[in-house]
């Protein structure tokens, strides 16, 4: 199976260069007066790249099922892929709905980042531990990232609509929340840059620490701001560590997981600070000219009607098929683990999303911030709760 393994990789990443490709071509859409329509010659060739993409990463998802011999969303290599993809599938059927290219330019990049995020996590296919076995894993897993994927176009809509009203002309909350969000895209940027880099260099530092009585020896791939506490460095010739992760970050991963953030929030913030300097002004405030043609009503109609789409699917995925799986696995339907706890609080959110907008009339400025906002969680679940806070999950 080594063989289809390298062709289950090659077509994942023959697929996100073509996402990339896709995301330039809708960028070259911006001077098209025909972009609002979505019928200009760009924009056909935009979205068959992208869709040519999802067909390749199809490919990549069924040589690894083969190779496997089980479906490829058992840990976070294989969900976070999965998510991207599903990101692409999200958008390729809303584009058809709407036909606006402006959407590609700003869904692409989150699904690139997404998938490219994936890769810090181990890649290795490996036989599924008996908890996994079960026909609840498809069911649950493959819904509950559908779902997110298709909340996840709402916030690509409504980041659209945000930079393309707020005024730039002053500071504000406003403008200062939105340079947070893209501070946050840069951090995700840094992490794919820094891990790139040192992964080219073979760069390679191990650590021995104490879990449970055990010592146990992990592998940091990017240089030690954090060590594990109690931990000592093993290899020679490498980056003392900063300081030691808290005591509470017992986990086999945790530190390593923590070092790896601590990179990204750094090299993302090095990375905007060199953004403003050469735009010299914000960088919301440097996109905004470039939107002017966007319709703000249709791109806040777009917003909403992907929550209305994702947040059932979302709710059967991560609520009610979770469930059913946790009783049979684990004879309770609740446990109050960390993963459970933040996609109730995931649910809420948008539960909240859908009746203001409904019953208050939360249209425009407002369904955008919520929008954002949702998608921040649904990340702070894939990022943190994943990297940092140990539990029941934590197998994946």
């Known amino acids: 199976m080594g063989d289809l393994t390298q062709v289950s990789s090659a077509l994942l990443y023959f697929a996100f260069i073509l996402y990339l490709v896709a995301t330039f071509v809708f960028a070259g859409t911006i001077r098209d007066k025909r972009t609002d329509k979505g019928n200009g010659m760009l924009g056909k060739v935009a979205i068959t790249i992208t869709i040519i993409g999802f067909l390749t990463q199809i490919g990549y998802f069924i040589t690894r099922w083969i190779a496997s011999q089980h479906a490829p969303v058992s840990n976070l290599f294989e969900f976070t892929t999965f998510f991207g993809m599903m990101l692409v599938f999200a958008f390729i059927i809303i584009y058809f709905i709407y036909r606006l290219n402006l ?35 498809y069911i649950h897993v493959t819904t509950a990232a559908t779902g997110e994927a298709i909340l996840a176009v709402s916030f690509a809509a409504g980041l659209i609509y945000l930079i393309r009203q707020i005024d730039q002309t002053q500071r504000s909350k406003r403008t200062t929340w939105l340079e947070v969000v893209m501070y946050a895209v840069f951090s995700t940027l840094g992490f794919v840059i820094i891990s790139s880099l040192f992964s080219a260099f073979h760069y390679s530092a191990a650590f021995q ?26 290899t020679e010739g490498v980056m003392q560590p900063w300081f030691e992760a808290p005591g509470w970050m017992h986990g086999e ?7 790896t953030l601590i990179w990204s929030v750094l090299t993302g913030a090095v990375l905007y600070l060199l953004a403003r300097l050469m735009l010299r002004k914000r960088i919301a405030a440097a996109i905004q000219p470039l939107l002017k043609r966007a319709n703000p009503d249709l791109v ?7 929550v209305a789409i994702g947040f059932p699917v979302f709710t059967l995925g991560a609520l009610i098929f979770a469930m059913i799986w946790a009783q049979q696995a684990w004879d309770r339907f609740w446990g109050w683990d960390p993963k459970e706890v933040w996609a109730l609080i995931t649910w809420f959110f948008y539960a909240a999303f859908l009746h203001l907008r409904l019953s208050r009339g939360w249209h425009g400025e407002k369904s955008a911030w919520l929008a ?14 994943n990297l940092i806070i140990a539990g029941l999950h934590s197998y994946a």
Request: hydrophobic share 50%.
């Open 103 to 137: 959407l590609g330019l700003f869904t692409l990049p989150v699904a690139l980042l997404i998938i490219a995020y994936a890769s810090m996590f181990p890649r290795e296919i490996s036989p599924l531990i008996p908890s996994l076995k079960s026909h609840w894993l």
């Open 209 to 234: 620490f104490p879990v449970e009585g055990q010592e146990i020896t992990v592998e940091y791939q990017l240089p030690a701001i954090t060590g594990p506490n109690d931990g000592e460095l093993q």
């Open 253 to 259: 991963n945790a530190a390593r997981k923590f070092n």
């Open 300 to 306: 806040d109609e777009i917003s909403y009607r992907a």
């Open 372 to 385: 954002v906002g949702g998608f921040a969680i649904i990340m702070f679940n894939l990022v943190a709760v």
